[in-house]
């Protein structure tokens, strides 16, 4: 199998962990976890059920990408498409009407309709070129929403009085962290902050992972370096030039490749900073003192490895 872009190296010594045993998770007065691993595995879920419950503050960073960060160029390109009918044109002109996305922490679409799809124009399809401005786009949005974290760990308490809280990333976080360097940014800066939990996926689980991806498409960020290698290697196998691509087939097929090239990454972040559940695992939780007990129990289990 193909090898695309930067992959986890040699395995440093593990981070020290924010909480450093099952006891001192379970009597914490304040839990703070970063949940992390492919879209569709039920990280939204785990953090849409803990923040039901009422005393856990729910953090999403695919929703702060898309509102804090990517919200002028989501808007500006539902105006663009907006201005090509001329009803709408001349009431935009004259500031009569207002457009805007309303993002959802459970509807991300707008975002991922943003970013787009490579491909034929015909069928929705974006030049590759732009593609890749939106995705350099999301890269610096993603990080810096990523890194926003710690002030919402504060604002969640100062200002509406939430201890426990829960950091909801998106899949693309192991494609702007490198799990090898004691010192990367994004990394230190959310350990010091909360316990980082990986979700694993189940051996065998990429059609689902797949079949899910092409239901609801989730925002993906590839290294620029996979996304040129996935663009070439797709133009030679199907003989196809730039704009007769088929978007969708294309996002198909990139994804199916990324789950290969993500899997080590993820475990290296969980290894090197952070514990591991699995998707079984978070299928069970029914609430918060489920959660609780579940990285509990993966606490233990890396303490006993160490």
Not at 70 to 96: C, W, Y
Not at 112 to 124: E, I, N
Not at 154 to 162: E, P, Q, S, V
Not at 212 to 224: A, D, E, G, L, T
């Amino acid at each position: 199998m193909a090898c695309f872009g930067r992959r986890a190296r040699g395995k440093p010594a593990p981070m020290k962990l924010l909480y450093d045993s099952p006891a001192a998770f379970r009597d914490a007065a304040e839990k703070h976890i970063t949940v992390f691993g492919m879209s569709g595995l039920g990280k939204t879920v785990l953090a849409s059920l803990l923040r039901a419950q009422g005393d856990w503050f729910h953090y999403s960073v695919d929703y702060r990408i898309g509102t804090a960060y990517m919200g002028e160029h989501i808007t500006d390109n539902l105006k663009s498409q907006a201005m090509q009918v001329p009803f709408l044109a001349e009431l935009f002109r004259s500031d009569s009407i207002y457009i805007g996305s309303n993002i959802t922490f459970g509807n991300l679409a707008p975002l991922s309709t943003y970013l787009g799809k490579p491909g034929d124009p015909a069928k929705g399809g974006l030049p590759f070129e732009e593609y890749k401005r939106r995705q350099a786009l999301h890269r610096r949005a993603e990080v810096n929403a990523l890194l926003d974290t710690l002030p919402f760990i504060h604002r969640a308490r100062a200002l509406y009085g939430y201890a426990n809280f829960i950091c909801d990333t998106g899949g693309s976080i192991c494609e702007v962290v490198d799990p090898s360097d004691a010192a990367d940014e994004v990394l230190s800066a959310l350990s010091s902050q909360t316990l980082m939990v990986w979700i694993e996926s189940p051996e065998g689980h990429e059609a689902e992972l797949i079949r899910r991806f092409k239901s609801n498409p989730k925002p993906i960020y590839y290294q620029p370096e996979m996304l040129d290698a996935l663009w070439r290697g797709y133009l030679d196998e199907t003989g196809a030039s730039e704009a007769e691509v088929d978007p969708d087939a294309f996002a198909v097929h990139a994804f199916s490749k990324v789950i290969h090239h993500r899997a080590p990454i993820y475990r290296a972040m969980a290894q090197n900073w952070g514990v591991s559940v699995t998707a079984a695992d978070v299928e069970t939780v029914r609430d918060a003192a489920d959660a609780e007990e579940m990285i509990a129990t993966a606490l233990g289990k890396t303490r006993a490895k160490a």
